[in-house]
């Protein structure tokens, strides 16, 4: 090809042959290009010439000081072996494997960092324009003369159909810097993909070594997939722990096990080795959920204490105006979320309660929203404007997106859910972007037992970049099983680990402060009442409905029935003084004097419990902030290990109670977390 002109372009130089074709050095108008020739046999056979153009000026839009610059595109036919063009930026230096090859040790780590800064760079400006490169490795890095790198070949993988040239036996050399995500086959990628291979590169320029080199093709899939990568330190130990800890979050086998961003990423490698000192850990808190009945009762406690935020459903406010203005009049100083209800507005039961069917952005008339009411994208931009611009209009000062029940991530109100997110943050972010924004998860226990529901939960969701996520799961109870209650806190945990996002455990029972030791933000409950969800509640539940009332003994870590026919309470305090002879070391207390328990004209059997439960609680939580994070799991660990064996004295005294097994089945899971 060298002397030919080819549209305009004289080939001047052989640069080198590739996996899918040859590269030339060619001049127009005295500017200097370089031109890949890819033989069409290698472009996947379902690409037409529409979509090989749009393919790549989808390229074209990449605009980076650290990436390749696409300027053309064409065709050219030699000795009938059809190619296409891709004209590109004409750089001169030496790819990453070509100074690899010459001198392949350790390189310090400062330089490895800051090189791989700019890869990292230049690969944020290729995911800016919608491109995942999908082949970044060595062989596709150049470093020019002047010592800046530039990203080659990205996205062509995408057009380019690698089975055919592994059928040619040309070797293919991708295979070690390729995802396991890649490796499986899956699709679409994400950005994720990309940052499995920085960290293979970074890994090989710390330690001089192809991680899970050698291997064959078959070899390197199964160990991508499967293997742990060695550490690197065992290979360089003088690679620093918290570089170390970088390289190996990259090589996640899962992609929310790896950064969010590559913002993240830099932060991460530019951060300098910190002493091991306890960084200090945001407050735990406890969130009322509160309703009609708690008005006398939230404003007694608010007169000389604080709580630290509410869930106050919003079909509630209109007629419940005062426990509104209570918690509006407290401002910022107390979180205040309101449940928006959308997901009770899918079932025609709704229309029994006032405060649903008068809601802005109910459905009219005698159906039920379905997921094909939102297939209407302006319905579904107009119902997500409402539904937070209500909870703005209320005092609101975290905004719950619109969520919905799902039974599994086939559901389509699971994908409803997803864009219904998306929409409500970018709503909020451009609006009024004062405000902290939350998603919420609403579906059952078992669903995030299964392996792959749950990876895509947590993907989908990581990725969403909320503030807050609030898990309503049918059912986190005292009885949960040991399965469910693991895969629900690992679920909560990857979620915020992926996406820095506050996480909430709503209705859940007293021995779920347990949660709040191990990465938990929030927890939720009633005044010792709605302390699980199950989805009959969103199906069946009315506004007025008259809570049973319960009685939260703090050393038992229990609630029980008080009042009415149940005498359980009296049973319980009665044994105390033995109890507290038998077992001196616990320092018992089941009598309360608390402002609760002693209010003179609160009635014995509604208002005392409830106003007793809010001081218990407040004391619970004020305990687990003073702690020393490190030391806040002992703390729970061993009030579990008190009250088990205070339950299981009262229960072989013939105290009713139900067995105390679940605190042993909630310390083993908060254990292995």
């Known amino acids: 090809m060298i002397g030919k002109n080819i549209n305009g372009y004289k080939i001047e130089k052989f640069i080198g042959k590739g996996q899918f074709g040859e590269v030339y050095k060619a001049t127009k108008n005295n500017n200097v290009f370089a031109i890949k020739f890819i033989r069409k046999e290698f472009i996947y056979d379902d690409i037409n010439e529409a979509r090989f153009i749009r393919e790549v000026s989808a390229l074209k839009k990449v605009n980076s000081k650290y990436a390749v610059a696409l300027v053309g595109d064409g065709e050219y036919i030699e000795n009938n072996t059809s190619y296409r063009m891709i004209i590109m930026e004409f750089v001169e230096g030496e790819t990453l494997r070509e100074i690899r090859n010459k001198d392949p040790k350790a390189w310090k780590d400062e330089n490895a960092i800051g090189l791989t800064i700019e890869i990292l760079k230049g690969l944020q400006d290729i995911h800016k324009a919608g491109i995942i490169h999908r082949d970044l490795k060595p062989e596709n890095i150049k470093i020019t003369k002047s010592g800046v790198i530039k990203i080659l070949d990205y996205g062509l993988s995408k057009i380019i159909d690698y089975s055919s040239i592994t059928q040619t036996g040309q070797p293919i050399g991708t295979y ?182 008068e809601l802005p952005y109910a459905p009219d008339g005698y159906d039920a929203l379905t997921a094909e009411d939102f297939e209407d994208e302006r319905y579904l931009k107009e119902f997500v404007g409402k539904v937070i611009e209500l909870q703005v209009e209320n005092g609101c000062n975290i905004l719950t997106a619109p969520f919905f029940y799902f039974d599994n991530t086939s559901d389509d109100w699971f994908q409803i859910n997803l864009k219904l997110l998306r929409e409500g943050i970018d709503y909020v972010r451009k609006k009024s972007p004062q405000y902290k924004v939350s998603g919420a998860i609403c579906t059952q226990a078992e669903l995030l037992c299964r392996a792959k529901e749950r990876k895509i939960i947590i993907e989908d969701y990581g990725n969403c970049g909320m503030d807050y996520l609030q898990f309503f799961i049918d059912k986190i109870s005292e009885s949960v099983g040991d399965a469910q209650l693991y895969n629900f806190i690992l679920t909560a945990k990857e979620i915020k680990n992926y996406g820095k996002t506050k996480i909430i455990a709503n209705r859940v029972p007293v021995v779920a402060l347990g949660l709040l030791t191990i990465g938990f933000d929030a927890i939720s409950s009633g005044l010792g009442i709605l302390d699980n969800f199950t989805k009959s509640l969103i199906v069946k539940e009315e506004d007025n409905i008259r809570m049973p009332t319960k009685y939260y003994f703090r050393d038992l870590l229990l609630a029980v029935p008080f009042g009415g026919n149940s005498r359980l309470y009296q049973d319980i305090i009665a044994e105390e003084d033995s109890l507290q002879k038998e077992f001196p070391e616990l320092n018992l207390k089941l009598k309360c004097e608390c402002e609760g328990c002693s209010h003179v004209t609160f009635s014995e059997n509604f208002s005392k419990p409830r106003l007793h439960f809010l001081h218990a609680m407040k004391e619970d939580i004020q305990e687990i902030n003073t702690i020393n994070p490190s030391k806040s799991k002992d703390y729970i660990i061993a009030r579990m290990d008190k009250a088990y064996k205070l339950q299981q004295k009262l229960t072989n005294k013939g105290i009713k109670l139900n067995s105390p097994s679940y605190l042993n089945l909630w310390k083993e899971i908060v254990l292995k977390f």
């Open 176 to 357: 070690f810097y390729m995802s396991p995500e890649q490796a499986k086959g899956e699709k679409p990628l994400k950005d994720g993909s990309d940052y499995y291979s920085v960290g293979v590169i970074l890994y090989e320029l710390l330690t001089g070594k192809i991680l899970f080199y050698p291997s064959t093709p078959a070899q390197i899939i199964h160990k991508t997939i499967s293997v742990k990568p060695p550490y690197p330190t065992s290979i360089n130990p003088e690679i620093p722990n918290h570089i170390e800890n970088v390289v190996l979050k990259l090589l996640s086998k899962e992609v929310y096990q790896r950064y969010s961003s590559i913002s993240d990423i830099i932060k991460a490698l530019e951060e300098k080795q910190k002493e091991s000192i306890p960084e200090k850990a945001d407050k735990v808190k406890f969130y009322l959920r509160t309703i009609q009945n708690d008005t006398s009762i939230l404003e007694d406690f608010l007169k000389g204490e604080t709580i630290d935020g509410v869930d106050f459903p919003i079909n509630l406010h209109a007629q419940y105006k005062k426990i509104l203005s209570l918690i509006r009049g407290k401002g910022n100083s107390i979180d205040f979320i309101a449940d928006p209800s959308t997901n009770r507005l899918a079932y025609t039961n709704f229309r029994k309660t006032k405060g649903l069917k």
